[in-house]
């Protein structure tokens, strides 16, 4: 199993996780691109760090929206999306290669995130730009999704994802965080629920009915409270149940 974080979403001043400390816990960062949050000295800083840890660098592409930190949808054009997350891709992979590792996935972020769920317009634009800049990258995202089914068919390396802090549909999708409830945030539970994931057993879903998430990959979010707490109990849960970490998409040296 892989446990993946975002990561470098602070900018200028403001500061937002702690980067370092959740480096030393995952197997896989969620960087990002500078479109949703991000800033130049904040994306090298988390590349060089996950370079000395061995941890895997994958793009966390989103919409152009610094002031609504990429969580609200936006109607881009698709050939409009597909420049912006190759914009995205190539700026991050740039940066990862000087402090030597490179982009090795790709996770859209947020809205765009949930949007190409169902939206077969830009969840196409978005596959066209990753096969575009890279055909051996590897996509992660939501069991069932329209991104997946169609990177698949594009011929692109697909990882499904469960997460370990937000709450879920009976539907298996993620609930709005404008609903209550829609934040985990007690870190045993949480752990009890990841380590259901990890043996493919049922979860509860928001309405009490239970869902299994086949997932590769568990993210857990470093921008809520006590995220590290969140990442290291998770962690521990998992390794002493004999479930061994190891990144879906290993990184690669350049």
């Keep these: 199993m892989d446990l993946n974080s975002d990561l470098a979403e602070g900018f200028g001043r403001w500061e937002l996780g702690d980067d370092a400390a959740l480096l030393g816990v995952v197997t ?12 130049p000295g904040v994306i090298r800083r988390a590349c060089a760090e996950a370079a000395a840890r061995s941890v895997a660098v994958g793009a966390q592409v989103g919409y152009r929206d610094l002031a609504g930190f990429g969580r609200r949808f936006i109607d881009v054009p698709p050939r409009e999306l597909t420049d912006e997350v190759l914009y995205q891709l190539a700026a991050l992979d740039g940066i990862a ?7 090795t996935y790709v996770k859209p972020h947020g809205a765009l995130y949930n949007a190409i769920v169902r939206d077969e317009a830009q969840a196409a634009a978005v596959v066209d730009a990753v096969t575009s800049f890279d055909p051996e990258l590897a996509v992660l995202g939501l069991p069932g999704s329209t991104w997946l089914a169609q990177a698949a068919d594009a011929g692109l390396r697909v990882f499904r994802e469960a ?5 879920y549909t009976p539907e298996a999708t993620l609930v709005s ?3 209550p409830g829609a934040v985990l945030h007690d870190p045993e539970l949480i752990a009890r629920r990841c380590l259901r994931i990890a ?5 509860e879903a928001v309405d009490g009915r239970e869902i299994t998430v086949a997932a590769e990959s568990i993210c857990v979010h470093g921008d809520s409270p006590g995220a590290v707490k969140i990442a290291e109990t998770v962690r521990d849960r998992l390794r002493a149940d004999g479930v061994e970490l190891a990144p ?3 990184g690669r040296a350049k």
């Design 28 to 39: 896989s960062a969620n960087v990002a691109c500078g479109f949703h949050a991000g800033d």
């Design 177 to 179: 965080r404008r609903e």
């Design 248 to 250: 879906f998409a290993p």
């Design 163 to 167: 997460f370990a802090d937000r709450a």
């Design 199 to 203: 043996h493919g057993e049922p979860i």
């Design 97 to 103: 290669r000087v402090e030597g590792t490179a982009v």
